[in-house]
Antibody, heavy 119, light 110 residues
Framework: EVQLVESGGGLVQPGGSLRLSCAAS????????IHWVRQAPGKGLEWVSR????????DYADSVKGRFAVSRDNAKNTVDVHMNSLRAEDTAVYYC????????????WGRGTLVTVSS | QSALTQPASVSGSPGQSIAISCTGS?????????VSWYQHHPGKVPKLMIS???NRPSGVSDRFSGSKSGNTASLTISGLQAEDEAEYYC??????????FGSGTKVAVL
């Protein structure tokens, strides 16, 4: 089955760190960009980051630049996002999504994992 | 990067047509034909409805169509059905090599 599955969410204190993972299956993972998108409670979707199929290019939203770092392991079909200096406003459901090669949209989403930043 | 501007809500009766606008700037929507639209039912995974302004992926009803003029993109739903009731988001690639979503539009079928 073609799917993405996120894991690693949980409760973390302000200023803390957390690592989320996205595991892919059912398609040739190394051909695709992977994006992270989040949705805060009661809010809309917010694009967070993306990583190119070979891991050599990463881009970040201004809201997380310098605090989040995304990496991938094509041998394990996984993408991680390391989130540091977490703030209350980072509280959200985090989705990973597949970016279509040579295009600028995502066509497959995971079910998301909830991150709560609170003391 | 501020969110693209969408109306908070749009409603229509079954069978009617509605349009959802998505307004950005010359740094995003106006710069490229890289606007996509997503349908999001509460508790479910977002679904791609339109890519590259007006391309409809396989499996998406032809009642959904997209267009763009200048810095504004639009999603039109014709023959509105109860199952279309959901939140809709536009997304655009930007000149900063990032992406930006719209603020979201809740579609209600009366």
């Amino acid at each position: 089955e073609v799917q993405l599955v996120e894991s690693g969410g949980g409760l973390v204190q302000p200023g803390g760190s957390l690592r989320l993972s996205c595991a892919a299956s059912g398609f040739t993972f190394s051909n695709y960009w992977i994006h992270w998108v989040r949705q805060a409670p009661g809010k809309g979707l917010e694009w967070v980051s993306r990583i190119r199929y070979d891991g050599r290019i990463t881009d970040y939203a201004d809201s997380v630049k310098g605090r989040f770092a995304v990496s991938r392991d094509n041998a394990k079909n996984t993408v991680d996002v390391h989130m540091n200096s977490l703030r209350a406003e980072d509280t959200a459901v985090y989705y990973c999504a597949r970016g279509v090669p040579d295009h600028y949209y995502v066509d497959l989403w995971g079910r998301g994992t909830l991150v709560t930043v609170s003391s | 990067q501020s969110a693209l501007t969408q109306p908070a809500s749009v409603s229509g009766s079954p069978g009617q047509s509605i349009a959802i606008s998505c307004t950005g700037s010359s740094s995003d929507i106006g710069a490229y034909n890289y606007v996509s639209w997503y349908q999001h039912h509460p508790g479910k995974v977002p679904k791609l409805m339109i890519s590259d302004v007006s391309n409809r992926p396989s499996g998406v009803s032809d009642r959904f169509s997209g267009s763009k003029s200048g810095n504004t993109a639009s999603l039109t739903i014709s023959g509105l059905q109860a199952e279309d009731e959901a939140e809709y988001y536009c997304m655009s690639y930007t000149t900063s090599s990032t992406y930006v979503f719209g603020s979201g539009t809740k579609v209600a079928v009366l």
